[in-house]
């Protein structure tokens, strides 16, 4: 159906009344470039989440951080991965460091503001973390409200910021905890194949546990459709499963299926310096923009 195509308007129809429609029929809402902030923070922490490997996380976490970036947003770009993808992706070699976020959580007396590396973008910042970090997961689960330490590291930078990222492992675990429990949203990508829909329903239960024993304020920012084919009805019927399950958590934008990101993720740059120009980087700047417009990020 043409109608529906993403960035399609209604064919057909009058041209007084033409209606931009998104992949499962909902009208696109206007989503202007944010205006300029007099000020900055207190930040929005947003969890960047899915249990599933290789759904798209840490492409949006750096991509989506650097368009919020290019918006005069102050953003802080938090890895919490072991991997470390995230540091490589924006251009740190978290291998070669004294200090990363491991130290911070797990050690006293480190400030935040000494683990902080400026990723070279302006207005974005990155907390680093490599393999260290998965020692953590086993250290602290004897140590008191052990639930909250990344909460409790964030706090001193929180007015410095308007948006704090977190990139999340690929598991349900401890650390994963601990960024559900620092977090005011999550922001799920889903692959749009059916592997990867099966384990958003287990997801949500987590974050609802999560809401109901350690953070009531915790809520669900949007699922996030990634690598999305138009030309397969594959991946149309999954985003159409996602709306019928989800209804309007399902957020307008999404991002298509293209090699320029892991060209990008090479270059250890976000596709907006990489490919100012293609459209992936359109997708993650109307994702920026959708998620001002929704006030879930300033």
Do not use: W
Request: proline letters at 6%; one cysteine or more.
């Amino acid at each position: 159906m043409t109608d529906i195509l993403l960035g399609k308007a209604v064919v057909g129809a009058p041209a007084d009344s033409e209606i931009v429609r998104d992949v499962v029929g909902r009208a696109m809402p206007e989503l202007p470039e944010p205006a300029p902030l007099a000020s900055h923070g207190p930040a929005r922490i947003i969890a960047m989440c899915n249990q599933k490997g290789g759904v798209g996380k840490t492409t949006t976490t750096i991509n989506l951080g650097a368009c919020l970036a290019e918006y005069g947003r102050k953003v802080l770009l938090v890895d919490f991965d072991p991997q470390g993808a995230a540091s490589v992706g924006i251009g740190v070699n978290p291998h070669e460091l004294d200090l990363t976020i491991y130290n911070l959580i797990m050690e006293r007396g480190v400030d935040i503001r000494d683990v902080l590396i400026p990723s070279g973008i302006e207005n974005l910042d990155v907390l680093p973390a490599n393999i260290d970090l998965s020692a953590a997961e086993v250290q602290l689960v004897g140590e008191v409200a052990r639930e909250s330490v990344l909460a409790r590291a964030l706090r001193p930078v929180i007015d410095d910021y308007d948006v704090i990222l977190i990139d999340c492992q690929p598991s349900l675990g401890l650390l994963t905890v601990n960024a559900l429990t620092a977090a005011h949203g999550v922001l799920i990508p889903l692959e749009c194949e059916f592997f990867a829909l099966r384990g958003v329903a287990l997801l949500v239960e987590t974050i609802e546990k999560v809401r109901d024993r350690l953070n009531p304020a915790l809520e669900i920012d949007g699922i996030l459709p990634t690598m999305y084919d138009s030309r397969t009805l594959h991946s149309r019927e999954v985003v159409a499963r996602v709306h019928e399950a989800f209804g309007d958590t399902l957020l307008h934008s999404i991002i298509g299926r293209t090699v320029k990101f892991p060209d990008a993720t090479v270059a250890a740059e976000p596709i907006t310096a990489y490919a100012p120009g293609h459209p992936g980087a359109a997708a993650y700047r109307q994702l920026a923009r959708e998620l001002v417009a929704r006030g879930d990020a300033a």
